[in-house]
C-alpha cells in the first residue's frame, strides 16, 4: 500500500508560479512510476507529467517548457514546479503512484490561476 498526500495548491495571477508536492508513505520502495494528473471542472482528467523511479520524465504538451516534475527520494516526495500559469491550468491536481499493476492516488490539491 502507498499513500500520498498533495500539499501547495493554491490561488495565483496569470504568469505566476506554485510548487505542488506529494508526500508518498508505505511500500515507496516498489514504486515504478509516480505522475501528476489534473482534472478541470467539466474535463476528463488529463496527464501532466511522470516520472520514473530512474529519473526519467515525461511531460503532456501543456505543460512542456513551463512545468518540471522530479523526486526527492530522501524525503519521499515528489514535486511539480509550475511557472508561468495560465488560467487554463485551473484544475485539481492529483499525484499518482504505481507498483506493477497496482494504482494509488492522492486526494488532489486546487490549482486556481486568475487571468
Known amino acids: 500500500q502507498v499513500q500520498l498526500v498533495e500539499s501547495g495548491g493554491g490561488l495565483v495571477q496569470a504568469g505566476g508560479s506554485l510548487r505542488l508536492s506529494c508526500a508518498a508513505s508505505?511500500?515507496?520502495?516498489?514504486?515504478?512510476?509516480m505522475a501528476w494528473y489534473r482534472q478541470a471542472p467539466g474535463k476528463q482528467r488529463e496527464l501532466v507529467a511522470t516520472?520514473?523511479?530512474?529519473?526519467?520524465?515525461n511531460y503532456a504538451d501543456s505543460a512542456k517548457g513551463r512545468f518540471t516534475i522530479s523526486r526527492d527520494h530522501a524525503k519521499n516526495t515528489m514535486y511539480l514546479q509550475m511557472n508561468n500559469l495560465k488560467p487554463e491550468d485551473t484544475a485539481v491536481y492529483s499525484c499518482?503512484?504505481?507498483?506493477?499493476?497496482?494504482?494509488?492516488w492522492g486526494r488532489g490539491t486546487q490549482v486556481t490561476v486568475s487571468s
Open positions: 499518482f503512484a504505481s507498483i506493477h499493476t497496482i494504482n494509488f
Open positions: 508505505g511500500s515507496i520502495f516498489s514504486i515504478n512510476i
Open positions: 516520472i520514473t523511479s530512474g529519473g526519467s520524465t
